[in-house]
């Protein structure tokens, strides 16, 4: 059974940092591509940034230069380091894993206040 396990939410002042990280356990079968997206309130799920098996990254318009996504291979764990946050990232972050099918992780709330 597959699990993702995040962690590294809380609450920032603003032009603080978070480091988010995102454990997947259990046997995934060929993973292509893993990433976060995020849900504020009222709004929908989008995505944040991802990275494919190969190393390349993609990123919404809204965090480039901010955010970095990366990942380890060896420990099945991917990474958001959030800098210079700003109070419209606050939302719920879910990672997600992307193989023959598509784990998702539980949440983890980032709030960041003015």
């Known amino acids: 059974q597959v699990q993702l396990v995040e962690s590294g939410g809380g609450l920032v002042q603003a032009g603080g940092s978070l480091r988010l990280s995102c454990a997947a356990s259990?046997?995934?079968?060929?993973?292509?591509?893993m990433g976060w997206y995020r849900q504020a309130p009222g709004k929908q799920r989008e995505l944040v940034a991802d990275i494919l098996s190969g190393g390349s990254t993609n990123y919404a318009d809204s965090v480039k230069g901010r955010f970095t996504i990366s990942k380890d291979n060896a420990k099945n764990t991917v990474y958001l380091q959030m800098n210079s946050l700003k109070p419209e990232d606050t939302a719920v972050y879910y990672c997600y894993v992307g193989g023959l099918v598509v784990y998702w992780g539980q949440g983890t709330q980032v709030t960041v206040s003015s």
């Open positions: 259990g046997s995934i079968f060929r993973i292509n591509a």
